[in-house]
């Protein structure tokens, strides 16, 4: 069984990540950055490292023994998105750990263009970060996924969603997000590519396995 560490396992995205792993028959191990967290994720049966991306990357790469894959999905100003996106990458590498997915933002590859969303201009400096941690892991040589939702929700999952190059100002759900993750990890057509997620009409399988 494939055995896939999240890092970002405790924020609300991360916990559907870890769910949809486990009932798609793969092993999750929770990266997370306390210890009371890896208690937490202990007590419920889920392996859990610490797994700080704040750390250097040899105390990273320190925590990848065994591990499979790796799925992104932190997030938390410069130091996490552009500093700890980096470190974890390298960390890979350095691991020969191949296949990386990572949950980024909706829109931020046009980071740089003139008719860019408005959050990026409220949250310049965090835009800033985020593109260019994900050009960082599209520049690499990782079998890498990037997904990017934009405003994201607690609703429940409709299984159902519109993928495309860009598709702004729209929502989804975190659950729907966890489950293109896993359905991104498990499809060898996500790899090496990039692409937007809403709410749509189309099955998650459907969608992925529209993917050229």
Known sequence: MKRVLVIGAHGKTGH???????????IPVAGVRTNTQVDEFKKDGIEARLVDVRQTVDEIYGQLTD??????SAGGGMMIDLDGKVKAAQAAKKANIKRFVLVSAGGIQHFHDSDRLE???EYEEYSAAMYYGDMFVLNSDLDYTIIRPEHLTDDAGTGKINLGSYLPHNDISRE????VVVASLQ???????????ENGTTLISDA???LK
Request: hydrophobic share 45%; aromatic share 8%.
């Open 119 to 121: 959050w990026m201009n």
């Open 16 to 26: 559907h990540i870890i769910n949809k792993l486990q009932n798609n028959s793969m």
């Open 208 to 210: 992925i396995n529209s």
């Open 67 to 72: 591990i499979d894959a790796i799925i992104f």
């Open 176 to 179: 729907d997000v966890a489950e």
């Open 187 to 197: 499809n060898d057509k996500t790899i090496k590519k990039a692409f937007d997620i």
